[in-house]
């Protein structure tokens, strides 16, 4: 399926991140839409036909997982993103694919390509 058609959902309340990672989604050709919290990201998760979600894994006073975690049961794939090392260090969540922050534009790619070479549904980890 071509790039264009899919559709990437990024939640990051980091103005500035959200603005880097939404250019270098639309340069690739994705369709992207955003959100700043988890109630607005479940809402889009809930309306729209989202093919990946890309969530800061620190929202404030949230979790990105929980997050991913609710995509999963309805079976869109996940990247968690993190600046902070440890966050990503402390959370045993190998079914989950992980970003840290700052990263480097290959390695996104391969990340956004990896995960959407699944099929729907799939989990992170198989």
Known sequence: M??????????????DVCTVVCGMLEDMDYRVSVAKNITEAR?????????????????RGERGLDLATYAQTLGVPSIL?????????????GQYV???????????????SGALSKPKGALDGD
């Open 2 to 15: 071509s790039a264009s058609f899919l559709h990437i959902l990024v939640v990051d309340d980091d103005v």
């Open 43 to 59: 809402a889009i998760l809930d309306k729209d036909n989202i093919d990946l979600l890309i969530a800061d894994q620190l929202l």
């Open 98 to 112: 992980f970003l840290s922050k700052p990263f480097r534009l290959r390695e996104f790619y391969e990340k956004i």
């Open 81 to 93: 993103i993190s600046g902070d090392g440890d966050s990503i260090e402390k959370l045993e969540v």
